[in-house]
């Protein structure tokens, strides 16, 4: 509380990023980040930098980055904007579209816990759809709420995806409602909606490199979406901070989404360790749901998340839980290396059986 700050401020409960340990021999499966090295092709380039470009500012428009993602992307140049990481991009389009639109937004109950910081700060409120039973989102629901919608793809912390014709559904129902799908943990299976790009005039993708291309120490992210909506982003950058992305982050990024061969090899060896961990835990008797995701949301019936954290803190392992009633039974795990995996279900078993 100060006197200085808005009402808003001092009614807003900020964001609460997950731990970054300082120490380098704990095993850190806590936030998400991608399990191997980014491109060797893309630290190179950023290593090979010729220094007047760090003398000037950088692109504005971050040119070669944007057609870079274009031409992955298999869009338009005009169909992306690039940003400082998807949350800036998130918060981007909470202040262009979201701000003071008549409706609030739709968001699933259970989701990435900074999208009502944004409502609060940037726009005017939610409306939290409930989830089914089984941790899904409940499309009919959030199909039904007659404003925007927000959700990402695989959703957070569930892992679990939607399919592209829940999504193709729910931006024909009604072509004035603005659909949001935030697909940070995009590549790891989970169908993408940006082909529906060329259909759907009313739909924004948000993406970031920090899971897919193992680049989140880069702070780099993406939007997807009609001329329109990539125009309404690109006024707020330029009324915001014309200059998002450092010369290094364009050139390092815009190699690491041009080297597939990395991103196919990478991508699939996340889906096997998933595939690895996720029966390491059933075998263990945890409930883990299914995955799209570079991470797992898993429960023990004796544990709560929270017990298991602590726990596994003192063995030098991080993972993620919540106090929240929703939560408490659930600890999320990323996906690691095969070797941090083994390290992490010996002590879980250890922790749980004691052997
Ligand atoms: C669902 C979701 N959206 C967006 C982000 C932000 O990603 P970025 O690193 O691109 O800001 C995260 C990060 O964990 C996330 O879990």
């Not at 807003?12 to 092709?41: C, F």
């Not at 057609?67 to 005009?78: G, P, Q, T, V, Y």
């Not at 910081?117 to 941790?135: C, I, K, S």
């Not at 690491?256 to 059933?282: C, H, M, P, V, Y």
Request: hydrophobic share 40%.
């Amino acid at each position: 509380m100060s006197r200085f700050w808005s009402s808003t401020l001092n009614r807003l409960s900020p964001y609460v990023p997950g731990e970054q340990a300082q120490r380098s021999d704990v095993i850190k499966l806590n936030t998400n980040e991608h399990a191997l090295p980014p491109s060797s092709e893309a630290l190179e380039a950023g290593k090979a930098i010729d220094p007047e470009r760090l003398r000037k500012y950088p692109d504005p428009h971050s040119k070669a980055l944007t057609k870079a993602i274009a031409d992955f992307c298999k869009l338009a140049e005009d169909n992306v904007l690039v940003a400082n990481g998807s949350d800036e991009i998130l918060a981007f389009a909470w202040t262009a579209f979201l701000s003071d639109s008549e409706q609030q937004p739709a968001i699933p109950a259970m989701t990435y816990t900074f999208y009502p910081v944004w409502a609060q700060l940037l726009g005017n409120g939610l409306h939290r759809v409930p989830m089914r039973e089984n941790l899904s989102i409940d499309f009919e629901a959030m199909s039904s709420w007659s404003g925007p919608v927000v959700f990402p793809n695989p959703n957070a912390p569930t892992a679990m995806a939607v399919s592209l014709s829940d999504i193709e559904s729910i931006c024909a129902s009604d072509p004035d409602r603005l659909v949001i799908i935030d697909e940070a943990y995009y590549g790891f299976g989970a169908k993408t909606a940006a082909p529906l790009i060329r259909q759907f005039d009313n739909l924004l993708i948000t993406r970031s490199f920090s899971k897919s291309h193992a680049l989140a120490g880069l702070r780099v992210g993406y939007a997807l979406g009609s001329r329109d909506l990539i125009e309404g982003l690109r006024r707020v950058k330029d009324s915001f901070n014309s200059y998002p992305v450092d010369a290094h982050a364009q050139t390092v990024a815009a190699v690491a989404i041009s080297d597939s061969d990395w991103f196919e090899q990478a991508s699939a060896t996340i889906i096997e360790n998933r595939a690895e961990l996720k029966a390491g835990l059933e075998g263990l008797g945890f409930d883990v749901l299914p995955s799209e995701a570079n991470f797992l949301l898993a429960k023990h019936p004796q544990h709560t998340g929270v017990t298991l954290t602590e726990k596994l803190r003192e063995a030098g392992i991080l993972v993620r839980s919540w106090s929240s009633e929703d939560l408490l039974p659930w600890v999320r795990i990323t996906v690691g290396t095969k070797n941090q995996q083994q390290t992490l279900l010996a002590e879980l078993k250890s922790i749980l059986f004691g052997a």
